[in-house]
Nanobody, 122 residues
């Protein structure tokens, strides 16, 4: 069972910055095929923010292009989201997502973190 733990959320002023971190861990050896970030604002559906896809390409939501940067540290099984020029509309719960294959398994399983709150307000 793979665990995803997010950190780095909090309160920021408009125009400010935050960095989110997500670390994957398991009692078994595992491979992460895809990893990224989603967010869900009150009253809205969960949406993709940024992700590394299975084919190695990067996807960004149009609303965050030029402001957010996703990065990955394979040695640490971690993914990061550097958020700059924050806007009030970025306020949401941000969730780490990964598709993981554990040792002894033959397929990838989606995993979700518990979420971390990001609030952008003056």
């Amino acid at each position: 069972q793979v665990q995803l733990v997010e950190s780095g959320g909090g309160l920021a002023q408009p125009g400010g910055s935050l960095r989110l971190s997500c670390v994957a861990s398991s009692g078994k050896l595992f491979v992460v095929a895809a990893m990224g970030w989603y967010r869900q604002a009150p009253g809205k559906q969960r949406e993709l923010v940024a992700a590394f896809t299975h084919n190695g390409r990067l996807n960004y939501a149009d609303s965050v292009k030029g402001r957010f940067t996703i990065s990955r540290d394979n040695a640490k099984n971690a993914v990061y989201l550097q958020m700059a020029s924050l806007k009030p509309e970025d306020t949401a719960v941000y969730y780490c997502h990964a598709e993981v294959m554990e040792y002894g398994s033959d397929w990838y399983v989606p995993s979700w973190g518990q979420g971390t709150q990001v609030t952008v307000s003056s």
